[in-house]
């Protein structure tokens, strides 16, 4: 099973996002998306929230691996 940090690196690499844009999109400091991504931190809801809408996927797919990775359906 696959980590959130794994899953959003997934997914914004698929979208090509940048870790700033990234960060830049959502008012996360760029800090924080790398550690996600890393596994040295684990973000708090709404920034799972945040990251799912600024790269279009399902928030229960990057926080718990769950349904489908797009929103769209």
Known sequence: MSTIGERLR???KDRKVTQVE???R???AHSTVVRIERGQAKPRIETVWAFAEALGVDPKWLAFGE???DTER
Do not use: M, S, Y
Request: hydrophobic content about 35%; overall charge positive.
């Open 10 to 12: 997934r997914a914004r």
């Open 26 to 28: 959502t008012g996360v």
């Open 67 to 69: 349904d489908r990775k």
């Open 22 to 24: 990234l960060a830049e």
